[in-house]
């Protein structure tokens, strides 16, 4: 089946991606919604960065400025242009319903648009997904935290086993992040034919919300089997 696939440049869409390739989906193209020219919506990446895991994943990324209110009417937008293409389905990472959406909303948008709704991760364990995502050799760093419950500290780690065992030991935080916690960016994994090496950031603050902005970044090619 021919997909697109929704892309925050995190960890669950990343994921998602990992395990439709596994089933031999064909990934027509990365989609990723932007809040300016330069700033994704929600994780607030930098479109050089998601330029550059793009170039990695050897997938190519369409870009599509929105605004809160034609939202949905832009996302519908884009994907009747992918369903014309030969789209059949779209893939995301979603795990449980997203939050400021109506109940079953990508079922109800999928549906008018005329194409499947495909979320390898759907109401899962999220201790186990993070647990595999790790275990499956991915590299992701914390880029945005909810301040009010795990706090700018949490900005630039790594997630690792350690980081695992820390977020588990935090009262009324989902491991995944599912309540805002926190967001990521990942940098490397599996289906990398690159790796995205972070080396000057700057941390900024927000509304409540800790923001770990990447400077700069290198790109090193991986050698083959790497």
Same mark, same amino acid.
């Given at each position: 089946?021919?997909?697109?696939?929704?892309?925050?440049?995190?960890?669950?869409?990343?994921?998602?991606?990992?395990?439709?390739?596994?089933?031999?989906?064909?990934?027509?193209?990365?989609?990723?919604?932007?809040?300016?020219?330069?700033?994704?919506?929600?994780?607030?990446?930098?479109?050089?960065?998601?330029?550059?895991?793009?170039?990695?994943?050897?997938?190519?990324?369409?870009?599509?400025?929105?605004?809160?209110?034609?939202?949905?009417?832009?996302?519908?937008?884009?994907?009747?242009?992918?369903?014309?293409?030969?789209?059949?389905?779209?893939?995301?990472?979603?795990?449980?319903?997203?939050?400021?959406?109506? =109940?079953? $909303? #990508?079922? *109800?948008?999928?549906?008018?648009?005329? @194409? &499947?709704? /495909?979320?390898? %991760?759907?109401?899962? !364990?999220?201790?186990?997904?993070?647990?595999?995502?790790?275990?499956?050799?991915?590299?992701?760093?914390?880029?945005?935290?909810?301040?009010?419950?795990?706090? =700018?500290? $949490? #900005?630039? *780690?790594?997630?690792?086993?350690?980081? @695992? &065992?820390? /977020?588990?030991? %935090?009262?009324?935080? !989902?491991?995944?992040?599912?309540?805002?916690?926190?967001?990521?960016?990942?940098?490397?994994?599996?289906?990398?034919?690159?790796?995205?090496?972070?080396?000057?950031?700057?941390?900024?603050?927000?509304?409540?919300?800790?923001?770990?902005?990447?400077?700069?970044?290198?790109?090193?090619?991986?050698?083959?089997?790497?």
């Amino acid at each position: 089946m021919k997909i697109v696939a929704s892309w925050s440049g995190g960890k669950d869409s990343c994921f998602a991606l990992y395990k439709a390739l596994k089933e031999n989906y064909q990934v027509m193209s990365l989609l990723t919604f932007m809040c300016t020219e330069t700033k994704t919506n929600f994780h607030g990446l930098n479109v050089k960065i998601l330029d550059a895991q793009a170039q990695a994943l050897g997938i190519s990324l369409v870009k599509t400025l929105t605004k809160p209110e034609t939202y949905e009417q832009q996302f519908k937008a884009v994907l009747h242009q992918f369903k014309v293409q030969g789209v059949e389905g779209l893939l995301t990472g979603d795990i449980y319903e997203v939050a400021g959406h109506e =109940e079953r $909303w #990508l079922e *109800r948008v999928c549906k008018e648009v005329g @194409l &499947q709704p /495909i979320r390898p %991760l759907w109401m899962g !364990d999220t201790k186990q997904i993070l647990q595999d995502f790790i275990n499956a050799g991915f590299e992701a760093t914390v880029v945005r935290t909810k301040n009010s419950v795990i706090g =700018e500290a $949490w #900005l630039g *780690r790594q997630l690792n086993q350690h980081f @695992l &065992q820390d /977020i588990l030991k %935090l009262k009324n935080v !989902d491991p995944c992040g599912e309540g805002g916690e926190y967001h990521t960016v990942v940098t490397d994994g599996p289906i990398f034919k690159n790796r995205l090496i972070i080396t000057e950031t700057k941390r900024q603050t927000s509304n409540g919300y800790g923001h770990l902005e990447i400077v700069n970044f290198t790109v090193t090619p991986k050698t083959k089997g790497a």
